[in-house]
């Protein structure tokens, strides 16, 4: 099993930063993918960044100014969110795509991490 903790989240003004980091733990074989996703009130949850090894995939509504990172000795991803926006609002769950000891790779999910951005 792979455990997810999540970090970072809380209130922002608009244009301000945040950065979020999820770190992965338990018995790990190897991890594929890294990634956040996120869901706001009445909506369905959706992608925001992804990264695998050497390549990274971002919605539209986030490219240019959220940058997403990972630290594979750390089993570690981040996501640095910059000029925030009310729209932005949202709970952000931490993704990973990994495998243990069986070497069958599932996916795991982080319990969410709130960011509001509002004057």
């Known amino acids: 099993q792979v455990q997810l903790v999540e970090s970072g989240g809380g209130l922002a003004q608009p244009g301000a930063s945040l950065r979020l980091s999820c770190a992965a733990s338990?018995?790990?074989?190897?991890?594929?993918?890294m990634g956040w996703y996120r869901q706001a009130p009445g909506k369905q949850r959706e992608l925001v960044a992804t990264m695998t090894i050497g390549r990274s995939n971002y919605a539209d509504s986030v490219k240019g100014r959220f940058t997403i990172s990972r630290d594979n000795a750390k089993n570690t991803v981040y996501l640095q969110m910059n000029s925030l926006k009310p729209e932005d609002t949202a709970v952000y769950y931490c993704?990973?795509?990994?495998?243990?000891?069986?070497?069958?790779?599932?996916?795991?999910w982080g319990q969410g991490t709130q960011v509001t951005v509002s004057s």
């Open positions: 993704y990973v795509n990994a495998a243990s000891t069986g070497r069958r790779y599932f996916d795991y």
């Open positions: 338990g018995n790990i074989f190897s991890i594929n993918v």
